[in-house]
T-cell receptor, first 115, second 113 residues
Framework: EADIYQTPRYLVIGTGKKITLECSQTMGHDKMYWYQQDPGMELHLIHYSYGVNSTEKGDLSSESTVSRIRTEHFPLTLESARPSHTSQYLC??????????????FGPGTRLTVL | AQSVAQPEDQVNVAEGNPLTVKCTYSVSGNPYLFWYVQYPNRGLQFLLKYITGDNLVKGSYGFEAEFNKSQTSFHLKKPSALVSDSALYFCAVRADDDYKLSFGAGTTVTVRA
């Protein structure tokens, strides 16, 4: 198992609440990613970062925002949660391994339910 | 643009029988190919990857995959499946000039005792 952590693991909240999903890794990886996954379905990239102060939107449009102030920390924030945000959110990190390509390592995920 | 197709939503095999999970890809340039496994309520676990070199790649838990450039395929195989191999399997690809992965829709493997 890779050293990448996500909290909370499960979250049930009401519509309109502001939430932050935490993701931390202790591997010193410079690249980090957020994916959204409906249960048993494919993963969609919603945000990524190639280093501190670098963030980009992914392939799937998302109303969430991210920040990368420290290498090890890549939190995702929803300013006003809606039922359509109900999903599983997976965080991953990677580094280039000898210039031959990198492997993304995933955290355990946060399952979010918005009522 | 890059994409991955996993043509089978589900694969069912008996314990002890060979297991194959199919994957085909499309990418500009040289492909970097990955297989991940996901157990219920868990994140994805890395199984193996192909970057370059030998077309047969060996990974964790007895899994292997064969890269076939002419057929643009990267099928995952295990000679003798275990009940504990029952899970959701994802194939992923990226181009050699991009760090973003594109995932397939996943294949649910069920190994019956």
């Amino acid at each position: 198992e890779a050293d990448i952590y996500q909290t909370p693991r499960y979250l049930v909240i009401g519509t309109g609440k502001k939430i932050t999903l935490e993701c931390s890794q202790t591997m010193g990886h410079d690249k980090m990613y957020w994916y959204q996954q409906d249960p048993g379905m494919e993963l969609h990239l919603i945000h990524y970062s190639y280093g501190v102060n670098s963030t980009e939107k992914g392939d799937l449009s998302s109303e969430s925002t991210v920040s990368r102030i420290r290498t090890e920390h890549f939190p995702l924030t929803l300013e006003s949660a809606r039922p359509s945000h109900t999903s599983q959110y997976l965080c991953a990190s990677s580094e280039v391994a000898g210039g031959l390509g990198d492997t993304q390592y995933f955290g355990p995920g946060t399952r979010l339910t918005v009522l | 643009a890059q994409s991955v197709a996993q043509p089978e939503d589900q694969v069912n095999v008996a314990e002890g029988n060979p297991l194959t999970v199919k994957c085909t890809y499309s990418v500009s340039g040289n492909p970097y190919l990955f297989w991940y496994v996901q157990y219920p309520n868990r994140g994805l676990q890395f199984l193996l990857k192909y970057i370059t070199g030998d077309n047969l790649v060996k990974g964790s838990y007895g899994f292997e995959a064969e890269f076939n450039k002419s057929q643009t395929s990267f099928h995952l195989k295990k000679p003798s499946a275990l009940v504990s191999d029952s899970a959701l399997y994802f194939c992923a690809v990226r181009a050699d000039d991009d760090y973003k992965l594109s995932f397939g829709a996943g294949t649910t493997v069920t190994v019956r005792a």
